[in-house]
């Protein structure tokens, strides 16, 4: 990948972060060792994409805890959980957030003095982001396999490099798939309220040499009616244990014309996605972000002064939509079953 999302300086203990709100007319980063900023960060879509936003927050944990003056870990523990709370509760719906956050906890139980723990938690954060690497590539290799050379394919909102620590979930396919030789063409849905389709996921492949083509989201029947999408593929938040799957607003959408034009429809997620806690999508908390966002974009608004506004920022696709659930494990079939992860088959 050209671009890297998220990066740690060692040699200035700060994060690094694309400013993705300002893509893809300005290209800025945010160097931080606040986790305030983090928080912030996550909060306004600077950085964004389940697995982006798991990475982010366990650095903002290692920032937050080198940020403490503490000597003794009992009160330092006490501080970095309520740091922790926060990164937490910033954004509800995607789970590798808070599945993050968990594990840097996790190890922060087990350190018995301020200075290991630091090490320990930083180790941690680095592995996170590595591992997170390793299964959108594994992601790409299993799931390059659906496609063949000129197939063309739809996807929604931005799970590409910019939505992970590596090169995407939804996105993979398409670059391994390229990376063999396949010639694959991507109808890139534009994805309102908040653009990510027309702003990064055009972007970033073009910028990996992609042929892409933008929509409208309103058009997505139309190119499928036509006969130009052979498969749908798009990322996910969460993942129910049944297969129901949580994703940008407007994937439900996709899913139901998918399914009535005969396309098969994918889901591509890391199982940091999966939320075997939930039997079905029907638990899985919704952000519901402004009205601001849906009653304009950027500084320029579109609706007339006092309307009433509805500003969901996910939907879940029911598992019986979905073809197959792409998982760094393989590819997944129904009827889905992911209550034991471990041993998923
Ligand atoms: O609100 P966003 O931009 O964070 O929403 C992102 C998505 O819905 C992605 O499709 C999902 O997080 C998967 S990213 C690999």
């Known amino acids: 990948m050209k671009i890297k999302t998220i990066e740690w300086l060692t040699d200035q203990g700060k994060v690094k972060l694309i400013d993705q709100t300002k893509l893809p007319h300005t290209f800025e980063y945010i160097v931080t060792d606040d986790f305030r900023v983090m928080c912030d960060a996550i909060l306004r879509l600077a950085v964004r994409g389940a697995p982006a936003i798991g990475v982010a927050g366990a650095y903002g944990v290692v920032i937050g805890a080198n940020s403490l003056k503490h000597k003794e870990i009992g009160s330092f523990r006490l501080d970095l959980r309520s740091i922790m709370a926060q990164l937490r509760a910033v954004r509800p719906t995607a789970v590798n957030l808070a599945w993050a956050i968990d594990r840097m906890g996790r190890v922060l139980d087990k350190q018995n003095d301020v200075e290991s723990a630091r090490t320990a938690l930083l180790r941690e954060a680095l592995a996170l982001h590595a591992e997170d690497e390793a299964m959108c590539r594994a992601i790409g290799e299993h799931g390059a396999g659906l496609l063949r050379d000129g197939m063309s394919i739809l996807t929604h909102c931005n799970a590409g490099s910019l939505a992970t620590g590596g090169m995407g979930t ?36 073009q910028a990996n040499g992609i042929d892409v083509t933008l929509i409208c989201d309103n058009m997505a029947a139309v190119v499928m009616r036509k006969g130009w999408v052979d498969a749908v593929i798009v990322g996910a938040d969460r993942i129910a ?103 998923l088959k």
Do not use: M
Request: charged residues 20%; hydrophobic residues 40%; aromatic residues 8%.
């Open 170 to 205: 939804a996105l993979a396919p398409v670059y391994v798939a390229a990376e063999q030789g396949k010639k694959i063409k991507v109808f890139s849905d534009e994805t309102r309220p908040l653009l990510q389709g027309a702003r990064l996921t055009a972007f970033e492949l």
């Open 241 to 343: 244990a049944n297969g129901d799957a949580a994703n940008k607003i407007g994937t439900y959408t996709v899913a139901l014309l998918a399914k009535h034009h005969g396309i098969p429809f994918y889901v591509a997620a890391p199982t940091s996605t999966v939320d075997h806690s939930l039997t079905s999508g029907d638990s899985i908390p919704i952000e519901e972000r402004s009205g601001e966002e849906v009653a304009g974009f950027g500084n320029v608004r579109t609706a007339p002064p006092g309307v009433n506004t509805f500003n969901p920022a996910f939907d879940v696709t029911p598992h019986e939509l979905i073809a197959a659930i792409i998982t760094e494990k393989g590819i997944h079939r129904p009827p889905y079953n992911f209550h034991d992860i471990a041993n």
